[in-house]
């Protein structure tokens, strides 16, 4: 016999016998009326010249975002995302676990598991990404409220079979965090193979400077009405992605990226929003308000520029670039006024080859950190469907 909890006149699961569902409220208590906001302005006052072992960690949504000079909490408490969580995504959590003393902002709520559930079967039960798609609000920056969070449904069998769950997700867990530890290592060394053939390059023979304008061409028309012919594109600070939005009012606007096309969203650019679409890359179109660049042939090499632009180098002529706010834009007007010192044309090529090799071991690496990252759910579905 199995129990099912009905919302909205929709099934949710079916649950093995002895087990029931509860509501999120019913089974931790919100510790969210003793968080208290500070912006980040007067928390870096509040730290400035204070040793380190003066600070406590300061977190929010998706883990530590800082220090702070005091704390609200002092025990193991779960926190899940209110607002800025990776709602909808498959790999990234929205809840995880802290202890010792540390600040929470109001970013997060803050749970204390109630002694009817086990603490580690409470944050791993969140983990499995409870389905909360359609419980976020807000129209630009989704939020879970502490209304609805509490009405999250969990699956609780009897306290021996949390106990039993959570230990053997926890050696799981400790395995796989160990895997991924170990290809992201080995994913950095790859990367730093890039850079090292771009310092490579700027180290042996001349350099001349240039303008930015002079050895870059955008990219400024519409794609057209074939605009549905491309994947929307976006840039992250892990460079080439998918967008999170489809495409606006006006799609035959959205700029074609191209093989050998660098793009930047102009109001991240600071935080290293930055892409190329690459020889092994899909064509794509990406927003008309995202700046789009490629190198000119004999000058400029653009896979060159590409690491160029996003190393630490290229992160100090954005600098350059900035005027007033932090957040100002940087369209392909204020980037042409740059400067760059460049190695020959034959020494970009060398590097870009070199590069575009690189990635050749980039490639599995990334793909064995997507089979790591998509064990955690398997094994979370095997444990609440009660075959572990």
């Known amino acids: 016999m199995t129990q099912q909890l009905v919302a909205s006149k929709k099934v949710v699961h079916e649950l093995p016998i002895g087990w029931r569902w509860v509501k999120l409220g019913e089974v931790c208590e919100f510790l969210d009326s003793r968080r208290i906001p500070i912006n980040e302005n007067e928390r870096n006052q ?8 003066a600070l406590y960690p300061y977190y929010g949504a ?7 000079d005091d704390y609200l909490f002092d025990e193991p408490l779960i926190l899940l995302a209110e607002d ?14 802290v202890s010792g003393k540390y600040w929470v902002n109001n970013h997060a709520h803050v749970l204390k598991p109630k002694p009817e559930i086990d603490f580690d079967y409470c944050l791993h039960v969140l983990r499995i990404r409870p389905d909360v798609g359609g419980m976020v609000a807000g129209a630009t920056r989704a939020k879970l409220n502490q209304k609805v969070a509490a009405d999250i449904p969990i699956p609780l069998p009897p306290k021996s079979d949390q106990l039993r769950i959570a230990k053997i997700l926890n050696n799981s867990f400790s395995i796989i965090d160990a895997a991924r530890a170990a290809a992201e290592a080995q994913l950095d060394a790859a990367k730093a193979l890039s850079v090292a053939f771009l310092r490579d390059s700027l180290t042996k023979g001349k350099l001349t400077k240039y303008r930015l304008g002079d050895c870059l061409s955008e990219v400024k028309n519409g794609v057209g009405k074939d605009w549905e012919k491309y994947p929307v594109l976006g840039a992250t600070r892990a460079g080439l992605a998918a967008a999170k939005d489809p495409v606006g009012k ?52 653009t896979r060159w520029f590409y690491y160029f632009f996003r190393s630490v180098m290229g992160e100090h002529l954005i600098k350059t670039l900035v005027r007033g706010a932090v957040r100002e834009r940087i369209l392909f007007k ?11 044309w034959e020494r970009q090529v060398q590097a870009s080859k070199r590069m575009f090799k690189a990635h050749d071991l980039i490639n599995p690496i990334e793909d064995r950190i997507r089979e790591i990252d998509a064990l955690p759910s398997k094994y979370l579905k095997l444990a609440f469907s009660g075959e572990l």
């Open 46 to 53: 509040r730290i400035a010249g204070k040793p380190q072992v």
């Open 62 to 68: 998706n883990g530590q975002v800082g220090w702070i």
């Open 84 to 97: 800025g969580g990776f709602f909808g995504s498959h790999d990234r959590s929205i809840t995880y676990a």
């Open 250 to 301: 006006k799609p035959e606007r959205y700029k074609l990226v191209n093989h050998g096309t660098v793009f930047y969203n102009p109001m991240r650019i600071l935080l290293g929003s930055i892409a190329m679409v690459d020889q092994y890359d899909e064509a794509g179109i990406t927003s008309p308000d995202y700046v789009a660049v490629k190198g000119k042939q004999g000058i400029l090499d």
């Open 334 to 344: 204020r980037l042409a006024k740059g400067e760059i010192e460049l190695p020959s």
